[in-house]
């Protein structure tokens, strides 16, 4: 059984940066990316970027080029989620999926970043 756990989520004031982890429990095909995705208050969960477990081939939303970064570390069966200069907007819960590109099979529960101005 895969299990995923996010942390490093937190408040944080507008212009700082966070490091959001994805610990991966148990056998994930090798074939399978593993993406974060978050959703804001009232609004619709939305993509932010994925990479594989592979090949570390990665993708971003367009919303999240130039200041979110996706990377992994096989070893810890850890996937990690770089944001810098955080913006009020960025306030979401932040979770991380793995499945094949557009069939994410497993999900974690989940960390809230919440940025301040």
């Known amino acids: 059984q895969v299990q995923l756990v996010e942390s490093g989520g937190g408040l944080v004031q507008a212009g700082g940066s966070l490091r959001l982890s994805c610990a991966a429990s148990?056998?994930?095909?090798?074939?399978?990316?593993l993406a974060w995705l978050r959703q804001a208050p009232g609004k619709e969960r939305e993509f932010v970027a994925r990479i594989s477990w592979n090949g570390g081939s990665t993708y971003y939303a367009d919303s999240a080029k130039g200041r979110f970064t996706i990377s992994r570390d096989n070893a810890k069966n850890t996937v990690y989620l770089q944001i810098d200069s955080l913006k009020p907007e960025d306030t979401a819960v932040y979770y991380c999926?793995?499945?094949?590109?557009?069939?994410?099979?497993?999900w974690g529960q989940g960390t809230q970043v919440t940025v301040s101005n």
């Open positions: 148990g056998r994930i095909p090798s074939f399978y990316i």
């Open positions: 999926a793995s499945g094949s590109t557009y069939d994410y099979v497993y």
